[in-house]
């Protein structure tokens, strides 16, 4: 081990269990255990309202990608702030039109034009009623084990269930179909090998959508890596094949990359690394710089047909596209693609990967490590002859690293890491070991007086 590790800090701090009452009192909010209360950040560090320092392999929630209080990024908030803050919503801001220009220049041909929204699945939404216009046909076609957000009708989209669904009753839009099986080469969904199997899981989905749709399809939502649903990277091949697929069911393609876009995984939009476009890009987290500012983008004919047709298009509300949020978003878009940081992901990312493959040569519980660029899964299995899923362990390992100052994602078995892209070597050396440590305490049952790591509607 080559970093120092923290020591493991067992007790909570007076002012984290003090906010923690107030918290319980007055606020409905998910929680992963162990809770923290954050007060500062700065780069791809945080600290708690008790001064506990973390290394952030979550940026925020995928969304600082410049780090926390990146100062080019309080700059551009201040100089904004100074300015203007907001526009009633049937007009818009300098800002505002700037950002869509650098955005859309920034975008191959053919994603041209682009609606912003507030979040992430109300760009999915969006994408729906797009689709639906452009179209004129009903059905949404999406993967399974893919998540497009938490509104009810993308929570229909989204397949992956559990506590988010239990006690909801049927999703509000029933001509939807998760009907394409996930490119989830590891646990293959009809036991074969890439690339002697040709793909076929995307022969079975086309008998699927026959079978679960009218056959009058608008669009296939897939993410482009699936994020929530084990980081699954598709195989070559794949994501060219589903675009064939959506074309001949009529339908277009929509390619969400709320959680992989820009510069993340290696290329600005991380479409560009599998040889497929989408007809709509959905964007979110990222995009924002932190703040809350989506879009989904789509190309000049279908966004006129879209508008002839009615189904709402354009789309506004009121927080759409504020001149706060485009001022910190344009600035960190300027900035990914001026110091090139997509390649700096790429190349971080490698030396990551290796880092972390290596701790699968001592530890038969990892079971795979996959992604692109500084984003990253690492699958927890009982070993890897099994390969049974460890959710269990991985929460332990999740907890444990937190323990010891690392913030890290996961859900069902797989860990998920995405630091932010002003992360360094050293950093990521610093959280494989931590991680390390998280798995050897694990194995040996920490933490012992825990039984649940989380409260609310996660996965
Ligand atoms: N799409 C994907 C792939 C996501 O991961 C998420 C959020 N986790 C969403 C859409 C929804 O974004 P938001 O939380 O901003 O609504």
Known sequence: MDTPIPPT??????????????????LLAWHHQPRIVFSRGQGVRLWDVDGREYLDFASGHINQLLGHNHPELVQALAEQAAKLWSHYKYYTTDTTIEFAQRLAESLPEGLDVLNF?????EANELAMRIARGATGRFDMVSIIQGLHGGTFAVESLTSIGGPRKRGLGPMLMPARANAVLAPYCYRCPINLE????????????????ERTTTGEVAAIFAETILGSGGMIVPPPGWLPKLKKLAEKWGALLVLDEVQVSPAKTGTLWCFEQ?????????LGKGTGGGMSIAAAVTSHPIADEAKKAGCGIPWGSTFVGEALDAAVAKRQLEILIRDGFAQRAARL????MAKLNALKERYEVVGDVRGRGLYVGVEIVTDRTTKARNGALMQRIRYNAIENGLLLGGS???????????????????????????????LDGHPKDVDRFSEGSHP
Request: proline share 4%; net charge negative.
């Open 9 to 26: 800090r067992a007790a909570r701090g007076a002012r984290s269990t003090a906010l923690h009452a107030i918290e319980d009192r007055h």
């Open 117 to 121: 929204t507030t979040t992430g699945s």
């Open 194 to 209: 890439y690339p002697s199997c040709k793909l076929a899981c995307l022969d079975v989905s086309d008998e699927m959508i």
């Open 274 to 282: 599998f040889e497929v476009q989408p007809d709509i890009l959905t």
């Open 349 to 352: 990312g490698a030396h990551f």
């Open 412 to 442: 069902g078995n797989a860990l998920k890491i995405y630091p932010a892209l002003v992360v360094n070597e050293a950093e990521l050396d610093e959280g494989v070991a931590i991680i390390e440590k998280a798995i050897r305490l694990a």
